[in-house]
């Protein structure tokens, strides 16, 4: 296996930093799939139908608190 190095020196500590986000952003995709399971939609036949915004079509029905933690939580991360 070829050592590569990066083009430039990175900050001590990006890497970790970075990697922490990962695991971070993995675990909460994991707790949101358990909370929030949207409605099914035949996203094809519904963007050939209209011209209208996709969102504003299938208005997914998002538990505002929800996203306010998730923010919350981001911030804490940071």
């Known amino acids: 296996m070829l050592k590569h190095n990066p083009p430039v ?11 922490a986000m990962e695991s971070w952003q993995n675990e909460e ?7 929030y399971t949207p409605a099914k939609h ?3 036949q519904i963007i ?9 079509q299938v208005k997914p ?3 505002g608190s929800i996203l306010k ?3 919350i939580r981001l911030l804490d991360f940071m």
């Open 48 to 56: 050939a139908s209209s011209k209208k915004p996709l969102l504003g």
């Open 42 to 44: 035949d996203l094809n």
């Open 61 to 63: 029905q998002i538990d």
């Open 69 to 71: 933690d998730l923010y």
């Open 9 to 19: 020196e990175l900050p001590e500590g990006y890497l970790d930093f970075f990697k």
């Open 29 to 35: 995709v994991i707790k949101h799939r358990k909370l």
